[in-house]
């Protein structure tokens, strides 16, 4: 029994020791890999750094690409509201206005998207409807900044149009800020980043000019 047992064991050995090609060949394998492996994690520390650096001031605000996508469409919705509204409202008026249109933008959204949820399978939990809402909020914080400075340039005793204009400015620059953003993230140059930023400001631009228009 032990007899039989060894000798596999010698003819494994033997052919070990007879073909050291194998087991350098192995051994280089192994080392290639391991510099793949180490060239890989540069890859993505590099990335990782890149991206880190193309994050400007509102990588803390919105996190990933869709929140910044909620934060361009509240923008644009909270603007509109605000010129239309502006026409015959007073300052109030518009402030409520903007707030509720963009609330019920807001709820219909992550209304939708749970239900896209649930249609895709179980899960529709706590803890996933509570991500959901949260996941969507950025249409509702991207109102602030605009209805800060209504507020602020009403109250220093602007006249609505002006103030509405203002807010306008503001939206338009948090705009072009977000289109910068959203491109650099997506790995654009900063170029081409800019060029995004520019068609984004565009949006803001458009609803001034209507404003100034229907005025």
């Known amino acids: 029994m032990p007899l039989w047992d060894s000798r596999p064991l010698r003819r494994t050995e033997t052919s070990a020791r007879s073909r050291p090609d194998l087991a350098e060949g192995d051994a280089v394998s192994t080392q290639h890999d391991g510099d793949r492996g180490v060239g890989a994690d540069a890859g993505v520390s590099a990335a990782g750094t890149e991206r880190r650096q193309s994050i400007g001031w509102l990588r803390a605000q919105w996190t990933d690409e869709q929140e910044l996508a909620h934060a361009i469409h509240g923008t644009v919705v909270g603007s509109s509201v605000m010129v239309a509204a502006s026409l015959h409202g007073t300052l109030p008026q518009v402030v409520i206005a903007v707030v509720a249109t963009l609330l019920v933008f807001w709820a219909t959204d992550r ?40 507020l602020l340039v009403s109250a220093i005793g602007a006249k609505l149009p002006v103030a509405v204009l203002a807010a ?32 984004s400001a565009l949006l803001g631009v458009a609803i001034t000019v209507l404003k100034l228009v229907l005025h």
């Open 111 to 150: 209304y939708a998207e749970l239900l896209a949820a649930g249609a895709r399978g179980p899960g529709t939990g706590r803890s996933r409807v509570a991500a959901a809402l949260r996941h969507g909020w950025p249409m509702l914080e991207s109102s602030y900044a605009p209805v800060i400075v209504l």
């Open 168 to 199: 306008l400015g503001v939206s338009t620059l948090l705009l072009a800020g977000l289109g910068y953003e959203a491109a650099r993230r997506s790995g654009a140059s900063v170029v081409t980043a800019l060029g995004w930023s520019t068609l």
